[in-house]
């Protein structure tokens, strides 16, 4: 049985369950994912109880082991850019297909105060999931890197 639990800037993350998310999201993000110190440095932003920062993680676990994850961090900005970006999500490859992402969107969308914008590229099976839940593609994301 999959339990949905979160984590948000109140609970005082220690570095070990930040360290636990990021071990689990940097294995299964698979060929979409980022080295592992960018998300430990997206944990650190969405669990810091700075007022400028904030967020939230959600995960599922199954006999105590982390199944799949989100985070979602708070972009401070409301209107022309969403509220909220949900910066990553993973699910174990031995539980997909069996609603652990719904479960896990379903909460985030739930505890998101305002609009949310994920990126995704376009031939990730999860964008099905994202349309599913009212997601829509409004533009083209473009990137300068210096």
Do not use: W
């Not at 993350?13 to 110190?37: C, S």
């Amino acid at each position: 049985m999959v339990s949905i639990e979160t984590l948000s800037a109140i609970d005082n993350a220690t570095y070990l369950q930040k360290k636990e998310i990021a071990d689990f999201l940097f294995t299964h993000l698979e060929q979409y994912g980022d080295p592992h110190a960018d998300i430990m440095k997206c944990l650190d932003y969405a669990l810091d109880q700075a007022v400028d920062k904030g967020g939230f993680t959600v995960m599922a676990r199954e006999d105590g082991k982390i199944v799949g994850a989100v985070i979602m961090n708070r972009t401070g900005m409301s209107g022309y850019i969403p509220e909220n970006i949900l910066v990553y999500i993973a699910v174990d490859a031995a539980q997909r297909g069996k609603g652990v992402g719904k479960k896990l969107m379903k909460t985030a969308i739930d505890m998101s105060n305002g609009n949310i914008a994920l990126h995704v590229e376009p031939d990730n099976p999860a964008r099905k999931l994202y349309e599913s839940l009212g997601f829509t593609n409004k533009y083209l994301e473009m990137r300068l890197t210096k």
